[in-house]
């Protein structure tokens, strides 16, 4: 099985397994931050982190010329360079919103890959028979068992997770999902713990350009 994609896994753990939806709790917002850093971490975007007066990160990304061969990276790398036509740098921020805007940034393409790998069966229908909806069920459950049991490690240790697995617990944490990836069996002791540590992992990464570039896209940030 290949890597996932951040935005990957986000959807996975934000799938309601008993509705076959995604979950209404989940906050789709952090998608297109998701894709972005989806898309450094590919090297489609190269990023440039320094010190900017009064001590602020200047995080800045700048395409790498290589093509992604994920269809919804190439999506998303498109539409953020403007087909190809805008090579030049951008914040994370900017680069965040403006995906944010276009349907690169939604669902869609990471949904219909893990589809195609056959980590998840979709089957359409028609509510009321007049609205179109798709139905989601685990196929292969490895992928999110996995994910689950790596991240409800972070949650209930003192080992701290990788700048990855940190940036996804603070994003579900922003969409109240955080604890959910424990097991149903672990106490509700255990589960304040984890939700504490999320919590204090999510207030660690406020200066995070990524962890920024999302409050910038749920506020609807209007900056270029």
């Known amino acids: 099985m290949r890597t996932l994609l951040l935005a990957e896994e986000l959807l996975l753990l934000g799938l309601d397994r008993a509705t076959g939806r995604i979950s209404d709790r989940f906050d789709a917002r952090v998608l297109p931050v998701a894709l972005v850093r989806d898309l450094v971490d590919a090297g489609a975007l190269h990023l440039d982190a320094g010190p900017a007066g009064a001590g602020e990160p200047a995080d800045t990304v700048t395409p790498s010329g290589g093509e992604p061969e994920h269809p919804a990276l190439a999506a998303a790398l498109a539409a953020v360079t403007h087909d190809g036509t805008d090579s030049g740098s951008r914040t994370v921020t900017a680069a965040a919103v403006h995906l944010a805007r276009t349907p690169a940034g939604s669902a869609g393409g990471a949904v219909g890959q893990l589809v195609a790998d056959g980590v998840l069966g979709a089957q359409e229908y028609r509510r009321f028979g007049l609205f179109r909806r798709v139905h989601l ?10 994910l689950r049991t790596r991240l409800a490690s972070a949650l209930v240790t003192d080992t701290p997770p990788g700048d990855r697995d940190g940036l ?57």
Do not use: C
């Open 137 to 146: 069920t685990e196929q292969d459950p490895e992928p999110a068992r996995a």
């Open 168 to 224: 996804l617990l603070v994003l579900l944490s922003h969409s109240d999902l955080a604890a959910d990836v424990l097991p149903t069996e672990i106490d509700a002791g255990t589960r304040e713990q984890a939700a504490r540590r999320a919590a204090l992992l999510a207030e660690g990464a406020a200066r995070d350009p990524f962890v920024r570039a999302y409050f910038a896209v749920r506020s609807g940030w209007a900056g270029n």
